[in-house]
Each structure stands twice: as C-alpha cells, then as structure tokens.
C-alpha cells in the first residue's frame, strides 16, 4: 500500500491531494511544508526562499483552495514568462477540478483575454501593465478578489512596475489576503507589506541572497574583446543545454548569430522578440530543441526548466540580487548544477557585491588557452554610406529632412533642421515643421 503523500498534513483539500498524487508530488519543499498551512487558513504571508524551491505551488495550492470554496484570486507578476510558468502550473492542478484560469499579459491578442474574462475566471494571472490595461478599458473588475498574489514582487518595483502596483492594490478589496513570495525582500518590499498586509507571517527558508547547495560556481577575469573567444571555448566543454546570460537585447542578438554559425542549436530570449517568438524559445529549450539559450535578464525568472547543466553570465547582472535570480535557472528543486561568470578587470567591485550578498568568494579560474577567432561573434557593422538625397521624379526630395519624411514629423531630422534659444530649449527653424 502507497504510503500518505508528505502534503497529507498541510490542510488540502481531499480532492487537490488526489492530483497531487497523481503528477507526483509526494514530497513538499520547505517553503511549501510552512507556507500551506497558513495560507490555507486564511493568513497574510510574506515568504522568501531561493529561486527553484517551489514558490509557485507554496501559493497556488492555498489560491486554488480558496477559488473552489468562492474566492476569488489575482496573481500578479512581472514577466510574460513567469505568468506562463504558473499559469502552467494553475491548469496542471486546478484543471481537472475544472478550475477557470484568465492569463492577462502584454503581446497577446486582446479578443482572446476577453474570451478568457467572459467565461467568469476564478482566478486571474497577469503583469501590471495589462492588468492595467484592461481596468482602464473596463474589461475586468477586482472588486471581488479575495486573495491576491505578488509574486517576484522586488523585480516588479525594480522594473519600474510601482505605479501600477499601486493602483491594483486600490482596485482589490481591502478585505483580502495578501501573500509575497521572492527570493529576496528588499526594504521598499517591507514598506509595502506594512501598508497592504495584515500582520504578515513571514516565512525565510534561506537567508536573503542564498545560493542552491548543489550549484558550484566559477570566476574568469577576462578582457572585453576575448569574451566571444572564452565563450567558444566554453561551449565545446559542456555537452548539456547551457543558459546564457547577457545585459542587452542587442548583444543578445549578435551573440546568437555567432554562436549559430558555431554549428549549435540556439534561440535568443529578450523584450524585442514577439510572443510567439519567446514561447517557442522556451519550448524549443526546455524539449531541447535547442541546447543553447541566449537571454537577457528577462528570463532570470521566467525560465522553469529542470536539468540545466551551465548558467553562464557572459555579462555580470547590474545587480548583486539577479546574480541570484540567474543561477537559480540552474541546480533546481535539489538538483545540480554549474554556473560561471565573465568578469572585465574593471569589475572587480561589482565581482566583490556579489560576494558580500551570497557571503561566498567566487572560484577564480586561470583564463585557458582560447581558440583563434576562426568565427567573429561580434560582427562587424555594415560599413557607414553618407546620405545621398534623391532629387527629381514624382517622389520628389525623399530626404531624412524632407517635409514629407517621417523622420522629419517624428522631430529625428538632422541638426540643420533645428537650433536652440537662450534656455537650452529645441525649435524647428524650417518652415515645414509648422506643417
């Protein structure tokens, strides 16, 4: 006889046990074990823990509970990649107790989120901006939510999302529960759990900044120009997929080229690609379509992908924290994992910040012996054509400075076109800008 599953003794309902059992989840981590049964019971909650420890289901199977006993729930999140990772999440568990689930999130067709909302969802997950959106267009109401979820709730405020936070939180009932979870609780997070939350349990697993015990991690001090060389390297070491992170979309993209014309399997992740784009880079990676993947900070928490074998930081994060987010990609749920960092001589400072937070020294490794730069990962720009203005033909001047340009109406025609008064401020001297 099977013996009880661990999540026997946490106040789940009978039927959610059932399900539980049958995707096999038979033991719960330890921010789900002392999270549950205080969210079950109705208590405010602010839970920190590792990334990869099983936030999602810590609050969705209390927010699951609560919308098949009447009440309704809004989980709010900062990235279209992590609204799909628990949404996933939502319809694993919640869909054969015919749970209704609306996913409200930029870059996807309006009509099908209003389809998703007139089916009367049970519970609503979505990012700022959208959920924003579609209280202004009068598509949803929060007045009857009666739990809400921030999740990731330190990268929403670092992403700028505060404003919209703000007027959700005036939109939901103030009778409410209120839960955070996030790997780590700034103070502007505290600040916003002593004016929303009610006498909030706090739950800390790990220590703010802690680090997955499995990973192991390594340290290259390498000059800026050799970083695609070290990368090359890299990849012919490490037969499994690798995770790589960069600063900007548009390193994201050359690097992807590169690595590409290396003969891998790759798909680039960043704000610039399209929805449909950025799932199937998720899919492609996670059924291993593509062994590689190229990303920006945009994926440090959106990727749920269990077995990554390298987390590599071919640029360090702007902060100490996402240092934390990224290689939590890595070493999942108890697993293992590796992670290695590039790092220009310059810095040094920024290497030691990390340090400081995950109360570790990072290994220093000696830089190898690179390969010759047989394929640029960095192309070279196309080379500079001064402006050729066409004259003559129905067209007319079709120049940047043109009236008719859009260039020109957008205020992006050149300097000629422009001058400055006594206080610094611009005007149009052509006569055409009046237009």
Known sequence: ?????????????????????KL????????????IPPAIEGKDLIGIAQTGTGKTLAFGIPMIQAA?????????????????????????????????????????????????LQRDPQIIIGTPGRIIDHLEQRTVSLASVGVLVLDEADRMLDMGFAPQLKRILQNVPRDRQTMLFSATMPQDIVAIAQSHMKLPMRVEIAPSGTMAEKVTHELFFVQKHDKPRLLEKILTEYRGSVLVFL????TVRRITQGVRALGYTVAELHSNRSLGQRKDALEGFRNGRYRILIATDIAARGIDVRGIEL???????????????????????????????????????????IERLIRATLPLSKLPELPPARISLLPQRPPFRPFQPHFGGRQGFSGPSSPRSPRFRSGEAGRSGFGHDAGGRRFARSKWRSR
């Open 311 to 353: 987390v590599l930081n071919y640029d360090l994060p702007q902060t100490a924290e996402d240092y934390v987010h990224r290689i939590g990609r890595t070493g999942r749920m108890g697993g293992v994992g590796h992670a290695i960092s590039f790092a220009t001589p310059d810095q040094r400072g920024d290497v030691r910040g």
């Open 1 to 21: 006889m099977n013996q009880p599953s661990g999540f026997y003794n946490l106040g789940i309902a009978p039927n959610i046990l059932g399900i539980l059992d």
């Open 68 to 116: 098949l006993a009447g009440r309704r729930g809004l989980v709010v999140l900062p990235t279209r990649e992590l609204a799909f990772q628990v949404h996933e999440t939502f319809q694993k568990v919640g869909a054969p107790l015919r749970l209704r689930t609306a996913i409200l999130i930029g870059g996807e067709p309006i009509r099908r989120q209003l389809s998703a």
């Open 247 to 250: 600063r900007t979309k548009h």
């Open 24 to 35: 096999n989840f038979k033991v719960p981590t330890p921010i789900q074990e002392r999270s």
